[in-house]
């Protein structure tokens, strides 16, 4: 079953700009005909650089911006019409927002979202103890919002959309400047939350790790539209014939000896003896590659590597729009 669906859906911003008689409008399409379903119980990553449109389409699902056309449904509800009845069935997390209260210990926040959203008592501490403890932040509960480090705050702002036990669960930018351990903790009790509960989970992130660590499925949004959408899998596959090739030479630096290009290979970085290439085995092979390589100067080290998830998104981002 379907818990979120978009359909043809678009967003446009008017932009004004000039002065007196030169003033004028211009109309910006944030988001541009979007149709989209996602499952119960998927763990979806939106991926797509800054200004692409993925934190407009949050906002859209939650209720907080209005559509200029197309239309939304989020477990069966209409975010703008039945706005009341969704916030108890999703929970959202902005990054670089709080729905804690900042001067208040941490329980304190927990107390008064309890109230907020009417759970029954006996369910509110029952839940708010495990995912204290799946979270591991029972020593800072006495501790005021504003004295935690950006990592127990996040922790913190996830019990918060959680406490109310909703289906969908929407992340923008969850792991932004965490720690390593701080990422740990909110992956796996994310992992948790959807083997356990069956919680649908819509991340936006820069950080690939998210993307790998949690999410079976990745729709790439660029300029306001999908450009991709296909499984963890499926993005990998697309390093498919290509490879990097790294080549260390023992008597120059690599700038000066390499040309940029080779038959099927494109110089990626130089750096010192250092060369990079990456490589199309659907033009050249690897051998003929290191045969080409070897003309330049002496090779004193060579190594090949699959190109990893950090280089397709790259491409994805920085290929013709």
């Known amino acids: 079953m379907a ?94 927002r709080t729905q804690l209260w900042w001067d208040l210990p941490l329980a304190d926040s927990f107390e008064l979202l309890h109230r907020i959203h009417r759970t029954g008592p006996a369910d509110h501490r029952q839940h708010l103890g495990e995912l204290v403890e799946l979270l591991d932040i029972g020593p800072q509960l006495a501790t005021p919002v504003r004295q935690l480090s950006l990592g127990q705050r996040m922790r913190g702002e996830l019990i918060a959309a959680l406490l109310h036990r909703p289906e969908v669960l929407f992340l923008d930018e969850p792991t932004i400047g965490l720690d390593v351990v701080s990422k740990h903790a909110v992956r796996a009790a994310l992992l948790e939350l959807r083997a356990v509960h069956g919680v649908t989970i819509v991340l936006t992130t820069h950080d690939l790790g998210d993307v790998k660590h949690l999410c079976d499925r990745v729709t790439v949004i660029d300029h306001g539209r999908i450009a991709l959408d296909t499984t963890l899998e499926g993005l990998l596959a697309r390093a498919g014939n290509r490879r990097r090739l790294v080549a260390v030479f023992d008597d120059g630096r690599a700038e000066v000896l390499c040309a940029p290009t080779v038959e099927g290979a ?14 199309d085995l659907s033009a050249t092979s690897i051998p003929r590659v290191i045969e080409r390589l070897g003309t330049f100067g002496l090779l ?12 397709v998104v790259h491409d994805l981002y920085t290929g013709p729009r």
């Open 300 to 311: 004193a080290d060579l190594s090949v590597e699959e190109r990893d998830i950090e280089a």
């Open 3 to 96: 818990v979120i669906e978009l359909d043809h859906l678009h967003r446009s911003f008017t932009r004004r700009s000039g002065q007196g008689r030169r003033r004028g409008t211009t109309v910006m399409r944030a988001v541009d005909d979007i149709t989209l379903r996602v499952e119960t119980g998927e763990i979806v990553g939106w991926l797509g650089p800054n200004g692409a449109g993925k934190s407009t389409t949050i906002k859209m699902c939650t209720g907080i911006l209005v559509p200029t056309s197309g239309s939304v449904r989020i477990v069966g509800l209409d975010p703008l019409g039945q706005r009341r009845h969704l916030a108890r069935r999703i929970g959202v997390v902005f990054g670089q």
């Open 266 to 279: 494109t110089a990626v970085s130089f750096d010192g003896p250092r060369a990079t290439y990456d490589v």
